[in-house]
């Protein structure tokens, strides 16, 4: 079945530094990629809507000039948390879809983040 | 607009015991349904799903049949495991996914 992959897993930055995640699709082409966030004991927020080769769809409330998003290949998305701040610390997911998947997305094991 | 509304946690029962998670939901148009299931830890991973209504999706021992006359997708399980143990997530997708808030399921031996 379809595969995405994320790294890191987990990740302890300083506070004002950028930290930078990665969901690759493994077996398959990921026309559009999803970024959401999860705050304790809440459901996932999403966050933006990345297709390759355009720049994404952020969500109201989403800061683009925080979380940058980059959708470069059809295999990969990265999210940038730039100057992050304890407020950032959370778990982020991305998910995957391409063209031949009409419902459902596949997950990445998402990224806990902890700013310090 | 789209919006899934699922039942309040945390739930706790005992192996064996049955299991209903309730999901219910308001969409324009005919949305599919799903339930995705979080492990302690991990990312989300899809448990099962409905296209269409009166479509029954399973998996694990898990079923939820899409109700459209009640906006339902409730989760059961007639004898949840210690293993079961996680977050489950109802959800719907339209132009982007709309997730419930969760719920979470502890099994105790």
């Known amino acids: 079945g379809a595969v995405v992959s994320q790294h890191p897993s987990r990740v302890i930055c300083k506070s004002g530094t950028s930290v930078k995640i990665e969901c690759r699709s493994l077996d398959f082409q990921a026309t559009t990629m999803f970024w959401y966030r999860q705050f304790p004991k809440k459901s996932l927020m999403l966050m933006a809507t990345s297709n390759e080769g355009s720049k994404a769809t952020y969500e109201q409330g989403v800061e683009k000039d925080k979380f940058l998003i980059n959708h470069a290949s059809l295999t990969l998305s990265t999210l940038t948390v730039t100057s992050a701040h304890p407020e950032d610390s959370s778990f982020y997911i991305c998910?995957?879809?391409?063209?031949?998947?009409?419902?459902?997305?596949?997950f990445g094991s998402g990224t806990r983040l902890t700013v310090v | 607009g789209n919006s899934v509304t699922q039942m309040e946690g945390p739930v706790t029962l005992s192996e064996e015991a049955f299991l209903t998670i309730n999901c219910t939901y308001t969409?324009?148009?005919?949305?599919?349904l799903f339930w995705y299931v979080q492990y302690p830890g991990e990312g989300l991973q899809l448990l099962l799903k409905?296209?269409?209504?009166?479509d029954k999706g399973s998996n694990k021992g898990f079923e939820a049949t899409y109700r459209k006359e009640t906006t339902s997708f409730h989760l059961e399980k007639g004898s949840v495991q210690v293993s079961d143990s996680a977050v489950y997530f109802c959800?719907?997708?339209?132009?982007?996914?709309?997730f419930g808030t969760g719920t979470s399921l502890t099994v105790i031996p």
């Open positions: 998910s995957a879809s391409s063209r031949q998947e009409t419902y459902g997305y596949t």
């Open positions: 969409a324009t148009g005919y949305p599919s």
């Open positions: 409905a296209t269409k209504a009166d």
């Open positions: 959800a719907l997708s339209g132009s982007q996914f709309y």
